[in-house]
Each structure stands twice: as structure tokens, then as C-alpha cells.
């Protein structure tokens, strides 16, 4: 069976300061996805990135980077000097046919100016 | 570019009521398209899938239904609506035969059930 934890429910931080989301993800089979999508208050899924199972080279786009770890079956997202547009509820996600996706139940982000 | 729509945006209903939402999709053919519930502060539980026009799975059930009568709409319906059914319900297509591939959302319908 698949299963994505995020095991913090909210966090807070003062502007500019580092922040990182935990995902640990649970699955049996070789080949998966994974996904980053970030919920903004308007509710709308934004989808920031997306990685398989055979690719565990981290990745930095701007102020985001990603540390994708098989060992410890963990996809961390790290938004560095945060701003106060990065506040939403982010969530990470697993699929292994596509149709599926098992999603986290989100971490809810604030951003205080 | 591909663009998803959904409607409406919010809605209020007494329970009992039916209930229609809809989403297209514009810019693919084909996609695969997804209805999701959100419930309040919590994550999202996936209703139903759609890999071609009438082809519906269901992945929970309970007293919702899809259908899909043209390539690129999705349509949610209930006969009559309950009140768990209250929640935030988002729409997402991928594209045909990419299985594994990204699922991109709508701008969700925020539904109200009274």
C-alpha cells in the first residue's frame, strides 16, 4: 500500500527566514512519482514539481529546492528567505499508475511580514 | 496552453437538493480528468477517474456520481445532497496515456450544504 506522510500540520516563520516541508512516503513498488503542489487561500492546486523514483538529484528552482532521498524514503521541500506570498498549504504527493495519487494531508505554511 | 474551468465557483445547497458541477477542460484531447473532495483542513480523497468519453471509475463510494458525455467535460452530480457532502471539490486532467504523468487542477467549487 502507498502512503505520503507530512507530519507538520502548520508551521510559522518570520520573513526571510529558511523553511523546509517534510514528506516521507511509503511504497512496495520500484517505480513512482512524486509531486509538490502548493494551495494558495484562493484553493486552486499549484503544481511545483515533479520527480521519479529513478531520478534522486535534488533540485533548485529559484528561492525552492528539493532533497529527494531513496534511503529514507523522504522528498523535503526547502523554500529559502521566505516571503509572505509563499504563505499556503503544501502538499506532497505519490502516484504509481497515474490515476492515483496519494496525497499527504498538507502543511499549512505562514509567512509573518 | 491548456486551461481548466470549473462551476460554479461556490454554491450553497440544502440537503436533499441535487447537485451539478462541472469541469472543461480547453487546449488537449484526451486528458484524463479527476474529481477530487477536499474537506475542511483536511486532504484531498479522490471520487472519481475518467479515461475516455463514459468511462467512469469510482474510487469512493457513496451517494456521488460522474459522467463524462464529451471528451472534454467532467460533470459531478448527486441526487440528493447530504451534509457531509459539504467541501471543496477540484477538478484535474492529465494528459492521455501518460499514466504517471502531472495532474493540474481547477480552480475548485467551494460547496455549502445546509
Known amino acids: 500500500a502507498q502512503k505520503v506522510t507530512q507530519a507538520q500540520t502548520e508551521i510559522s516563520v518570520v520573513e526571510k527566514e529558511d523553511v523546509t516541508l517534510d514528506c516521507v512516503y511509503e511504497?512496495?513498488?520500484?517505480?513512482?512519482?512524486l509531486f509538490w503542489y502548493k494551495q494558495p487561500p484562493s484553493g486552486e492546486l499549484v503544481f511545483l514539481i515533479r520527480?521519479?523514483?529513478?531520478?534522486?538529484q535534488n533540485e533548485i528552482s529559484g528561492r525552492y529546492s528539493w532533497n529527494f532521498q531513496k534511503s529514507t524514503s523522504s522528498f523535503n521541500f526547502t523554500i529559502t528567505a521566505s516571503q509572505v506570498v509563499d504563505s499556503a498549504v503544501y502538499f506532497c504527493a505519490l502516484t504509481i499508475t497515474g490515476n492515483q495519487f496519494y496525497f499527504g494531508t498538507g502543511t499549512s505554511l505562514t509567512v509573518i511580514p | 496552453s491548456q486551461t481548466i474551468h470549473q462551476w460554479p465557483a461556490t454554491l450553497v445547497q440544502p440537503v436533499g437538493s441535487p447537485l451539478s458541477l462541472e469541469c472543461t477542460v480547453e487546449g488537449t484531447s484526451n486528458p484524463n480528468l479527476y474529481w477530487y473532495r477536499q474537506a475542511a483542513g483536511r486532504g484531498l480523497q479522490l471520487l472519481f477517474y475518467s479515461v475516455g468519453i463514459g468511462q467512469i471509475s469510482s474510487e469512493v463510494p457513496q451517494n456521488l456520481s460522474a459522467s463524462r458525455p464529451q471528451d472534454r467535460q467532467f460533470i459531478l452530480s448527486s441526487k440528493k445532497l447530504l451534509l457531509s457532502d459539504s467541501g471543496f471539490y477540484l477538478c484535474?486532467?492529465?494528459?492521455?496515456?501518460?499514466?504517471?504523468?502531472?495532474?493540474?487542477f481547477g480552480p475548485g467549487t467551494r460547496l455549502t450544504v445546509l
Open positions: 484535474a486532467w492529465s494528459r492521455w496515456g501518460g499514466s504517471t504523468d502531472t495532474q493540474y
Open positions: 520527480r521519479n523514483s529513478f531520478d534522486e
Open positions: 511504497t512496495r513498488d520500484t517505480t513512482y512519482y
